[in-house]
């Protein structure tokens, strides 16, 4: 699957302090350490819907890591997938009266477009569910090999299923107690009354074919992969048995990356399967959670199309902490355009203060578990003196927006 294009990465002289992210397992701040290459997987989306503002606000969070580890020298090595065959995809595709692939490929292709516009750094690898079939069937049956996997006892459907017990260590990345898995389990697609399974939170692997729904042959028999293998078997082939961050929205943090870390570690031994747990907040709207099943959604797209600049609603977003839930409102994205015109405005004088000690400050602030708030409140009071006409330094405009370019991904 073809990724998006890339936007060029200013470099900047020197490097700031490591970076620090809050690792969910853990429940700490805690220093990345990847080698010359760091290695990154974020969950990708469901496609059967436009991308909206918390979409964007995750993956810019995850679009901070990367450009602060390319200023501290790293290569990095990202990979995203897209669920591209999923239930809501179907039941939206039957809803609608649309074909699934056609709605799949429609939405995959604006998400693209809105990541393009919002200047996030595409992954090196940009994978589908469907194109990845044959990896996720071969990790299903050496699971199933293995005796990490099992099939329930269902003449009909037979469906494999993953023993949560294997590892020892089912509920490390979440630490969620198993009443609470349970409940969480059953409220995002997970089936824990299924007759049959070892225990209730054991997810699906492989789900056999039915009746009216698309199937891919393989050993397993026709059928379809559960949601949290795909992403095991993706990152587990491009990135191997241990990675620096996984990544992706709070909501994720069980079932998904509690069971696709669990399939991973079963399958190669390596715990933890990702030495950070990095989540983002949610965007809220008329205080609920923005969602794709609450409807109240405010889509990147339709910002673009009424002319709002993507670099405003990149500030809009970075102007909160990527680990709170907050709220979107107009007033939000309105003063993030202010914000926008008043820096744009700072870099186009002939001189300014001197800029070095801002950079400094951006790199500290964003190695501080990505401290957009500090960072941007950094570049204001940089902005703000310069408008006053109190610096003299004629190289300090310049260095300002390239670092503002290369840290913070805005153009001015």
């Given at each position: 699957?073809?990724?998006?294009?890339?936007?060029?990465?200013?470099?900047?002289?020197?490097?700031?302090?490591?970076?620090?992210?809050?690792?969910?397992?853990?429940?700490?701040?805690?220093?990345?350490?990847?080698?010359?290459?760091?290695?990154?997987?974020?969950?990708?989306?469901?496609?059967?819907?436009?991308?909206?503002?918390?979409?964007?606000?995750?993956?810019l969070a995850f679009d901070l890591v990367n450009r602060v580890w390319r200023d501290l020298g790293h290569d990095v090595h990202y990979v995203q997938n897209v669920?591209?065959?999923?239930?809501?995809?179907?039941?939206?595709?039957?809803?609608?009266?649309?074909?699934?692939?056609?709605?799949?490929?429609?939405?995959?292709?604006?998400?693209?477009?809105?990541?393009?516009?919002?200047?996030?750094?595409?992954?090196?690898?940009?994978?589908?569910?469907?194109?990845?079939?044959?990896?996720?069937?071969?990790?299903?049956?050496?699971?199933?090999?293995?005796?990490?996997?099992?099939?329930?006892?269902?003449?009909?459907?037979?469906?494999?299923?993953?023993?949560?017990?294997?590892?020892?260590?089912?509920?490390?990345?979440?630490?969620?107690?198993?009443?609470?898995?349970?409940?969480?389990?059953?409220?995002?697609?997970?089936?824990?009354?299924?007759?049959?399974?070892?225990?209730?939170?054991?997810?699906?692997?492989?789900?056999?074919?039915?009746?009216?729904?698309?199937?891919?042959?393989?050993?397993?028999?026709?059928?379809?992969?559960?949601?949290?293998?795909?992403?095991?078997?993706?990152?587990?082939?491009?990135?191997?048995?241990?990675?620096?961050?996984?990544?992706?929205?709070?909501?994720?943090?069980?079932?998904?990356?509690?069971?696709?870390?669990?399939?991973?570690?079963?399958?190669?031994?390596?715990?933890?399967?990702?030495?950070?747990?990095?989540?983002?907040?949610?965007?809220?709207?008329?205080?609920?959670?923005?969602?794709?099943?609450?409807?109240?959604?405010?889509?990147?797209?339709?910002?673009?199309?009424?002319?709002?600049?993507?670099?405003?609603?990149?500030?809009?977003?970075?102007?909160?902490?990527?680990?709170?839930?907050?709220?979107?409102?107009?007033?939000?994205?309105?003063?993030?355009?202010?914000?926008?015109?008043?820096?744009?405005?700072?870099?186009?004088?002939?001189?300014?203060?001197?800029?070095?000690?801002?950079?400094?400050?951006?790199?500290?602030?964003?190695?501080?578990?990505l401290d957009t708030p500090r960072a941007l409140a950094a570049v204001d009071a940089w902005a703000a003196e310069a408008l006053e006409r109190r610096g003299t330094?004629?190289?300090?405009?310049?260095?300002?927006?390239t670092a503002v370019d290369a840290l913070l991904g805005v153009a001015l």
């Amino acid at each position: 699957m073809d990724t998006w294009a890339a936007v060029d990465l200013p470099r900047l002289d020197g490097a700031g302090p490591p970076l620090r992210l809050y690792d969910t397992a853990t429940a700490q701040v805690r220093p990345t350490a990847p080698g010359p290459t760091a290695t990154m997987y974020v969950c990708g989306i469901t496609p059967y819907d436009a991308t909206h503002l918390g979409h964007a606000a995750t993956y810019l969070a995850f679009d901070l890591v990367n450009r602060v580890w390319r200023d501290l020298g790293h290569d990095v090595h990202y990979v995203q997938n897209v669920t591209d065959i999923d239930d809501p995809l179907l039941e939206r595709a039957a809803r609608d009266q649309d074909d699934w692939v056609v709605l799949g490929m429609r939405e995959t292709a604006l998400f693209r477009e809105d990541m393009e516009a919002l200047r996030v750094l595409p992954p090196r690898h940009y994978i589908g569910a469907v194109e990845a079939m044959g990896e996720i069937a071969e990790l299903v049956g050496k699971l199933l090999a293995a005796g990490a996997a099992y099939r329930v006892d269902d003449p009909e459907y037979p469906d494999v299923y993953f023993d949560v017990s294997v590892t020892g260590r089912f509920g490390y990345e979440s630490n969620y107690d198993e009443a609470t898995m349970i409940e969480i389990a059953r409220e995002r697609g997970g089936d824990p009354d299924r007759p049959g399974k070892r225990h209730p939170t054991d997810p699906l692997l492989w789900r056999m074919a039915r009746p009216g729904e698309p199937s891919w042959e393989s050993n397993l028999g026709a059928g379809r992969p559960g949601w949290h293998v795909e992403c095991a078997a993706i990152a587990l082939n491009r990135l191997g048995p241990q990675i620096d961050v996984n990544g992706g929205g709070s909501d994720l943090i069980f079932p998904h990356h509690e069971c696709g870390a669990a399939h991973a570690e079963a399958h190669t031994g390596v715990h933890p399967f990702a030495r950070h747990y990095v989540h983002t907040g949610m965007i809220g709207l008329d205080g609920e959670k923005m969602s794709k099943s609450r409807g109240n959604l405010v889509f990147v797209s339709k910002l673009r199309a009424q002319d709002v600049d993507p670099n405003a609603i990149r500030l809009a977003l970075l102007a909160g902490h990527y680990r709170s839930d907050r709220p979107y409102t107009p007033e939000l994205l309105a003063t993030a355009q202010e914000r926008l015109e008043r820096w744009r405005d700072a870099v186009s004088l002939a001189a300014g203060p001197p800029g070095e000690d801002l950079v400094a400050r951006l790199r500290t602030h964003l190695a501080d578990d990505l401290d957009t708030p500090r960072a941007l409140a950094a570049v204001d009071a940089w902005a703000a003196e310069a408008l006053e006409r109190r610096g003299t330094d004629a190289a300090a405009p310049a260095l300002v927006r390239t670092a503002v370019d290369a840290l913070l991904g805005v153009a001015l």
